[in-house]
């Protein structure tokens, strides 16, 4: 008898263990294709505040942080969104806005390792933006 409660318990202990105690994800991730390039906190890429963005946060390097162009702004990739970039294993947040020159382009901040932007080049990417779920109707999704 008490081999079959100590099977019992483990069965019981099993299933609890597999089960899924996952919150619902509250946001719809919104893919989306762009240029992305890549930048650091230097006058000769930016401006002579090479650390401050232009919505006034302070850029230091680990941030990950992404400037974005105006355009993808009134598409809803506005100040403080999530963004996960596939290639990358960390989400960033839209913290800088890029000259109005630029349309449909994402640059990446990378802090001081300058070789890594350089190598990073220009190229076309697929990033996933997020959306709360319940603002989702409000969202511009026009091309």
Same mark, same amino acid.
């Given at each position: 008898?008490?081999?079959?409660?100590?099977?019992?318990?483990?069965?019981?202990?099993?299933?609890?263990?597999?089960?899924?105690?996952?919150?619902?994800?509250?946001?719809?991730?919104?893919?989306?294709?762009?240029?992305?390039?890549?930048?650091?906190?230097?006058?000769?890429?930016?401006?002579?505040?090479?650390?401050?963005?232009?919505? @006034?946060?302070?850029?230091?390097? @680990?941030?990950?942080?992404?400037?974005?162009?105006?355009?993808?702004?009134?598409?809803?990739?506005?100040? @403080?969104?999530?963004?996960?970039?596939?290639?990358?294993?960390?989400?960033?947040?839209?913290?800088?806005?890029?000259?109005?020159?630029?349309?449909?382009?994402?640059?990446?901040?990378?802090?001081?390792?300058?070789?890594?932007?350089?190598?990073?080049?220009?190229?076309?990417?697929?990033?996933?933006?997020?959306?709360?779920?319940?603002?989702?109707?409000?969202?511009?999704?026009?091309?």
């Amino acid at each position: 008898m008490s081999n079959n409660k100590l099977i019992g318990f483990l069965i019981i202990s099993i299933f609890w263990g597999c089960k899924e105690d996952k919150e619902e994800d509250p946001y719809v991730w919104i893919p989306l294709e762009v240029t992305a390039t890549a930048y650091n906190s230097l006058p000769s890429q930016t401006n002579e505040a090479p650390t401050i963005t232009a919505w @006034g946060d302070t850029l230091k390097p @680990g941030v990950k942080s992404l400037a974005v162009s105006r355009d993808l702004i009134a598409k809803g990739l506005k100040y @403080g969104t999530m963004v996960r970039i596939d290639t990358f294993p960390d989400t960033f947040y839209i913290n800088d806005k890029m000259h109005p020159r630029w349309k449909n382009k994402i640059d990446i901040y990378m802090g001081k390792q300058i070789d890594t932007a350089l190598n990073w080049g220009k190229r076309k990417i697929i990033i996933e933006y997020a959306v709360l779920k319940e603002k989702l109707d409000s969202l511009p999704l026009n091309d």
